[in-house]
C-alpha cells in the first residue's frame, strides 16, 4: 500500500489549509469557471498564484507532475488534435494561431485541475463534506449529509479501487494476459474480477459504518469563515475582474 | 450476575441454503476473555455480525445487555465493537484521527467529547502522534490497532475481534496481543475469532469451538483443547509437545 500515491490531504498549516472550506469551494467555482474563457493576464496570475499557494501548502512540482501524469499524456493528446488541421486533404498543417490556441486551451484546462488538487492537498475530506452539506441545504429534495457521504466516500475510495486495479494488472500479467491479443478478452479479465472486488469491498465498507453506528445525524467538523477567508474571496473578486483585461 | 450477551437457539440460513448458524446458545459474561475457535466456514464471523445486531436472527434470538437486538440494534452495536478481519474495509477516515472519530461523530457527541474520546482510543493503542497519517499508508500491525481504537472510541462494553492476527507479521501480532490484553485487564469483555489458537489461547478463561455452523465444544481451554483437532483446528505446539498450554509472547 506504500505505492498508494494520489493526491490527497497534506496536513499543514499554510494559508490555504487555514481557509474555510467553503471559501476554498467557493474560489474553486469561481476562479475555474472564469478559467475555461480565460486570457493569458488571468491565467498567468492564476497560475503563478497556485505556484506560491501550492508550495507553501507542501506540494512539490515533482509530484504534482508525477501524479497528473495520465492528465498531461491528456492535455499532449487535447494539443495535438487542437494545433493540427488537415484542411484541404491528408497533409496535416500548423499554423502559429492554432498552436497558441491548442496552448491556450490545454492551460486553462490544467490550471482547473491544480485548483483541484490543491483543494484535496490542503483541506480533509471531513471538512470537504462539511461544506457541501452547507452548500446543499438550501437545494429542496436533496438529503446535503447523504449526498455529502456520497462524495467524500468516492473520493475516499478512488484511490483505493485505482490501486487495486494496478495490484489486479499485475497479477493478470504475471500470468502472461499480454500474450492474449483480443482487447475484449482482456478487458472482460479485468473487469469483471475488478467489479466484484469493488462490490465486496463496498458491501463490507457499508457492513463496517454500519457496526460503528453510522447515521445521517453526524456531528459534523466546525466550520468558520472569519477575516481571511473575506480577503481570500476579495482578492479573488479582483482577480476574476483580470479576466476581462484582454 | 446475568450475562452481557445472550443467544438462544440462534439460527441463520444463507441466501444460497447453507446454514451458517445451527441454533447456537451461548451466554456471555462482562470481564470475560472468549475465544471462539472453528474451521473456515464454521459460522464464526456470522456468529460475531449477530452479536454486533449487523445481522439478524432468522430464529433465536440474541440479546445484548437484556435487550433483544433486534428490537434496538443500535444500542446493541453501541455496547457491542467489533474489529473486523480485513482493517482497510473497515477503515473509513481520510486521516488516523478523522478513522477513530467516525464513530463518536455518529454518536453525534460534541466536538471536545470526541477529541477526548480520540485521544484515549489513540494512546490505548499506541498510535498517538500519528493523528494525521493516511490510514492506509500505516503498516498491517498499525493497520489492526487503529481498527480497535476506531471501535473503542465509541466506548463498548464488549469488543469482538474477527480473527485479529491475520496476515501479521511476528512483532505486530505481538502488539496487537499486548493491546487487546491491556484492554481485558482494564475490564473490557473480549470475544476473539480464530481458527490459529496458539497467539491467544493461554490468555483465555473460556474456549467455544465452532464446526458446520453449530457449537461443539464449550469450557475452560485445558479441557477443551485436546480433542480440537478433529474440528479442523491445529492445537497449540506446546500442547502437541506435551508441555500443555504455554503463552505465546512473555
Keep these: ?246 | 450476575m446475568a450475562p452481557i450477551i445472550q443467544t438462544h437457539h440462534l439460527t441463520h440460513r444463507f441466501a444460497d441454503g447453507t446454514l451458517a448458524l445451527d441454533a447456537v446458545s451461548l451466554d456471555f459474561n462482562a470481564g470475560e476473555l472468549t475465544v471462539i475457535a472453528g474451521a473456515n466456514g464454521s459460522g464464526k464471523t456470522t456468529l460475531l455480525r449477530h452479536l454486533n445486531g449487523l445481522l439478524m436472527a432468522q430464529s433465536g434470538d440474541v440479546r445484548v445487555c437484556g435487550r433483544s437486538v433486534r428490537d434496538d440494534p443500535l444500542a446493541a452495536r453501541q455496547a457491542v465493537g467489533m474489529v473486523f478481519q480485513d482493517a482497510d474495509s473497515q477503515i473509513v477516515g481520510e486521516t488516523v484521527y478523522d478513522d477513530t472519530a467516525f464513530g463518536p461523530e455518529n454518536l453525534g457527541l460534541d466536538r471536545e467529547a470526541i477529541d477526548r474520546r480520540v485521544n484515549q482510543a489513540l494512546s490505548a493503542v499506541d498510535l498517538v502522534g500519528l493523528e494525521n497519517k493516511r490510514p492506509h499508508h500505516l503498516s498491517g500491525g498499525q493497520k489492526r490497532r487503529l481498527a480497535i481504537a476506531g471501535v473503542l472510541a465509541m466506548q463498548p462494553r464488549v469488543l469482538l475481534m474477527d480473527e485479529p492476527f491475520s496476515n501479521l507479521d511476528f512483532p505486530a501480532t505481538c502488539r496487537v496481543l499486548e493491546r487487546i490484553l491491556d484492554l481485558h485487564r482494564q475490564g473490557h469483555t473480549i470475544i476473539i475469532t480464530t481458527h490459529d489458537l496458539e497467539k491467544v489461547i493461554a490468555h483465555a478463561r473460556r474456549l467455544v469451538v465452532m464446526a458446520k455452523g453449530r457449537v461443539v465444544s464449550d469450557g475452560i481451554p485445558e479441557a477443551v483443547v485436546a480433542g480440537i483437532a478433529q474440528y479442523g483446528i491445529r492445537p497449540p505446539c506446546s500442547v502437541q509437545l506435551g508441555k500443555g498450554i504455554q503463552p505465546w509472547v512473555s
Design chain 1, 1 to 246: 500500500m506504500g505505492e498508494l500515491t494520489a493526491i490527497g490531504f497534506i496536513p499543514g498549516r499554510s494559508l490555504l489549509h487555514r481557509l474555510d472550506p467553503r471559501t476554498k469551494q467557493m474560489l474553486l467555482f469561481l476562479l475555474g469557471g472564469l478559467s475555461l474563457n480565460a486570457g493569458v493576464t488571468f491565467l498567468g496570475v492564476v497560475t503563478l498564484a497556485l505556484g506560491i499557494l501550492g508550495r507553501s501548502a507542501g506540494l512539490s512540482l515533482g509530484r504534482t507532475i508525477a501524479e497528473t501524469r495520465y492528465f498531461l499524456y491528456f492535455l499532449v493528446f487535447v494539443f495535438a488534435v487542437r494545433a493540427v488541421s488537415f484542411s484541404g486533404g491528408w497533409i496535416p498543417s500548423v499554423s502559429l494561431p492554432a498552436l497558441v490556441e491548442a496552448g491556450m486551451v490545454c492551460w486553462r484546462l490544467l490550471s482547473v485541475v491544480l485548483m483541484g488538487i490543491l483543494l484535496m492537498a490542503s483541506t480533509r475530506i471531513a471538512h470537504i463534506r462539511a461544506a457541501l452539506v452547507w452548500f446543499l441545504r438550501p437545494i429542496p429534495g436533496i438529503n446535503p449529509r447523504m449526498a455529502a457521504t456520497m462524495v467524500g466516500l468516492v473520493v475516499r475510495f478512488l484511490p483505493l479501487i485505482l490501486f487495486q486495479a494496478r495490484e489486479m494488472s499485475d497479477a493478470q500479467r504475471a500470468r502472461c494476459i499480454d500474450r492474449r491479443k483480443n482487447p475484449l478478452v482482456r478487458l472482460r479479465h479485468f473487469t469483471i474480477p475488478l467489479f466484484r472486488r469493488v462490490f465486496l469491498g463496498a458491501d463490507e465498507l457499508a457492513a463496517a459504518m454500519q457496526a460503528r453506528c453510522y447515521s445521517n445525524d453526524r456531528t459534523l467538523p466546525a466550520l468558520a469563515f472569519g477575516r481571511i477567508d473575506a480577503v481570500a474571496l476579495g482578492v479573488a473578486l479582483l482577480l476574476a475582474a483580470t479576466v476581462f483585461i484582454q
